[in-house]
Nanobody, 123 residues
Framework: QVPLVESGGGSVQAGGSLRLSCAAS????????MGWYRQAPGKEREGVAA???????SYRDSVKGRFTISKDNAKNTLYLQMNSLKVEDSAMYYC?????????????????WGQGTLVTVSS
């Protein structure tokens, strides 16, 4: 994994929104597939969203229609816009390269470089 730093997490009430960012410095993200996975305490990693080098996206079923992944190549930053947040979305979120399609298997195989960003959704 290449150096990436996640940010943007926080505490929100159910129904709220957050935008996560994942920044790289010193190299270009444009040629990479990238994705987000999450892990809640006591639970396994879950793939959340992925974007390939052509911009095609994929999402975990439970977040479809609520989350949007995007990549700004000029800013070398990956984003995850999360709307209509639910309590079950609470987790530590991590970004990774080389996730071209979202699956839980990919999430388990790719170890994030960064420390993640915590999302807490309360009812």
């Amino acid at each position: 994994q290449v150096p990436l730093v996640e940010s943007g997490g926080g505490s929100v009430q159910a129904g709220g929104s957050l935008r996560l960012s994942c920044a790289a410095s010193g190299y270009s993200l444009s040629r990479y597939c990238m994705g987000w996975y999450r892990q809640a305490p006591g639970k396994e990693r879950e793939g959340v969203a992925a974007i390939d080098s052509d911009g095609s996206t994929s999402y975990r079923d439970s977040v479809k229609g609520r989350f949007t992944i995007s990549k700004d190549n000029a800013k070398n930053t990956l984003y995850l816009q999360m709307n209509s947040l639910k309590v079950e979305d609470s987790a530590m979120y991590y970004c990774v390269t080389d996730m071209c399609w979202v699956t839980d298997e990919a999430a388990k195989a790719l170890d994030a470089w960064g420390q993640g960003t915590l999302v807490t959704v309360s009812s």
